[in-house]
């Protein structure tokens, strides 16, 4: 088992996985360490629903944008923002949740946490993880097809399984650190330079592996992808699941 810090710097996302299942014990043990995040003032805000039927496994591909290498993972994990639970436990004490952006906001922050600490656990053990975001794509379909109760949504999914390292890319680079870590105050100075830097190194790795990119390969693709809001129904899907986001 590797340490913490190793783990973190092998990471690269697993989109190659050989034919193998997962033991029950450890997967499941695997949960159980996650649980260990931390979380806001002890709401364990955050369910995980484990998907292993291949034909589910297959149905969440499709919903998640048709992402075939999902059907290969040897399980698929959705990581939910869970506020059912906290309503039921004021019920106990004749009370309601609040339904509000806060605890919308900290029951997706517990379920970031929990997912990213499952990932690294995974990992640690030689399995290989991808953080899937499309399983937001559709999120009442998703509720649906999982049968999540109302105060339920899936953050994330996170596909898992034993890598095939044959096939696997190599690490991508990430921004320089001057470009992220700021001392004591935020600073800006430098940043374009930090990003024409980055679009090079990430344009010449996306060479190496093969895959197509604009010359600017990191600022072009925010600039193409994110300069309108991505998911528009998003807001008013959650709100239908059970999320006041106001």
Same mark, same amino acid.
């Given at each position: 088992?590797?340490?913490?810090?190793?783990?973190?710097?092998?990471?690269?996302?697993?989109?190659?996985?050989?034919?193998?299942?997962?033991?029950?014990?450890?997967?499941?043990?695997?949960?159980?360490? /996650?649980? =260990?995040?931390?979380?806001?003032?002890?709401?364990?805000?955050?369910?995980?629903?484990?998907?292993?039927?291949?034909?589910?496994? $297959?149905?969440?591909?499709? *919903? #998640?944008?048709?992402?075939?290498?999902?059907?290969?993972?040897?399980? %698929?994990?959705?990581?939910?923002?869970?506020?059912?639970?906290?309503?039921?436990?004021?019920?106990?004490?004749?009370?309601?949740? /609040?339904?509000?952006?806060?605890? %919308? *906001?900290?029951?997706?922050?517990?379920?970031?946490?929990?997912?990213?600490? *499952?990932?690294? /656990?995974?990992?640690?053990?030689? +399995?290989?993880?991808?953080?899937?975001?499309?399983? =937001?794509?559709?999120?009442?379909?998703?509720?649906?097809? +999982?049968?999540?109760? @109302?105060?339920?949504?899936?953050?994330?999914?996170?596909?898992?399984?034993?890598?095939?390292?044959?096939?696997?890319?190599?690490?991508?680079?990430? +921004?320089?650190?001057? #470009?992220?870590?700021?001392? @004591?105050?935020?600073?800006?100075?430098? *940043?374009? $330079?930090?990003?024409?830097?980055?679009?090079?190194?990430?344009?010449?790795?996306?060479?190496?592996?093969?895959?197509?990119?604009? $010359? #600017?390969?990191?600022?072009?693709?925010?600039?193409?992808?994110?300069?309108?809001?991505?998911?528009?129904? +998003? $807001?008013?899907?959650?709100?239908?699941?059970?999320?006041?986001?106001?």
């Amino acid at each position: 088992m590797k340490s913490v810090m190793q783990t973190l710097k092998d990471h690269v996302s697993i989109r190659e996985f050989i034919d193998k299942p997962i033991e029950d014990d450890l997967l499941m043990e695997l949960i159980d360490t /996650a649980r =260990r995040s931390p979380t806001s003032s002890n709401m364990q805000a955050y369910s995980f629903v484990v998907i292993r039927d291949r034909q589910r496994i $297959k149905h969440i591909a499709s *919903l #998640a944008g048709n992402q075939k290498w999902i059907e290969n993972a040897a399980a %698929f994990i959705a990581i939910c923002a869970d506020t059912y639970r906290l309503q039921k436990a004021a019920e106990i004490h004749e009370k309601n949740l /609040a339904k509000n952006f806060e605890n %919308f *906001l900290v029951s997706s922050v517990d379920a970031a946490l929990v997912g990213m600490s *499952l990932s690294l /656990a995974a990992e640690s053990v030689g +399995l290989g993880t991808t953080m899937v975001g499309g399983i =937001r794509n559709r999120p009442i379909e998703v509720a649906r097809f +999982l049968e999540l109760p @109302e105060g339920v949504y899936v953050v994330f999914g996170l596909a898992i399984g034993w890598p095939d390292w044959q096939r696997v890319k190599p690490k991508k680079p990430r +921004l320089p650190q001057e #470009a992220v870590t700021h001392q @004591e105050t935020y600073s800006a100075k430098g *940043l374009e $330079k930090h990003i024409e830097d980055y679009d090079h190194v990430l344009y010449d790795y996306y060479t190496m592996t093969g895959r197509k990119s604009p $010359k #600017a390969a990191w600022s072009g693709i925010i600039a193409r992808r994110f300069s309108e809001g991505r998911r528009p129904h +998003l $807001k008013k899907d959650l709100e239908e699941l059970g999320f006041i986001l106001k």
